[in-house]
């Protein structure tokens, strides 16, 4: 289905991955997939792709950065997060 939505994907080199390592990226998929709040990221989809050999988790895409990117961006400036912002 085509549609106008933006996502991220985040892309996970199965290859050199121990059985553990494996294992916790599949765990990591059923927890994002358990997941319902307004306040993190949903998860879309994942999908295998041969060409790489990656699992690729579909998620919503959210403007603007992640959390530790907002909290650098403060440090550096040497400024306090307005708590708007926060919430």
Known sequence: KVTKELFAM??????????QEKTNTLNEIRFLASLHSPYIVSYKGAFY???????????EYVDGGDLLGKVREYKDRKAQMPEDLIW
């Open 10 to 19: 985040k892309k996970v080199s199965l290859t050199n991955l121990n059985d």
């Open 49 to 59: 792709d041969n060409t790489s050999k990656s699992l690729c988790i579909i998620m």
